[in-house]
């Protein structure tokens, strides 16, 4: 299974090969001031499963955290961020562009991250977790 997403400009194209490891809204202030947005939903790939297919993407890295974008240099799009784990996180918005505005079961989150720093409250059911996935969940008071 493979599906090509490209940035609205077009010129940046990548290939998406398998399914991504972990599909998370994260609600980090790190994620927040790195992409530029309330909830960073973008599933986990494994590095080699997001492969450049056209053009040659920006990389801008974070000034002293591990992450990095990779972006158009045209319309500025970023494609994928890559994560302190080197796995790379491909945002929702993409996904849905390339399966014509729906995203399906195989790429919809199944969580919340960090759910304590939130600046907007989710309005799905899914769990949401505090912290990492390893942690405990929010419970409405
Ligand atoms: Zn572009
Ligand atoms: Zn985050």
Not at 14 to 43: E, K, M
Request: aromatic letters at 8%; proline letters at 5%.
């Amino acid at each position: 299974m493979s599906l090509r997403i490209a940035c609205l400009c077009g010129k940046i194209a990548v290939d998406l090969q398998g399914s991504p490891v972990a599909r998370a809204n994260c609600h980090c202030a790190s994620c927040r001031d790195f992409y530029g947005t309330s909830i960073w939903s973008a599933p986990a790939w494994q590095a080699d499963s997001v492969r450049m297919a056209e053009g040659t993407g920006h990389v801008f890295k974070h000034p002293h955290k591990q992450l990095s974008r990779t972006f158009c240099g045209d319309c500025g799009e970023v494609l994928f961020g890559t994560n302190r784990l080197g796995m790379r996180v491909v945002p929702n918005s993409m996904v849905a562009r390339a399966t014509g505005g729906t995203l399906d079961a195989a790429h919809a989150p199944t969580m919340h991250l960090f759910y304590r720093h939130r600046i907007v409250d989710a309005q799905d059911d899914l769990p949401r977790y505090l912290d990492g996935w390893d942690g405990p969940t929010w419970e409405a008071s």
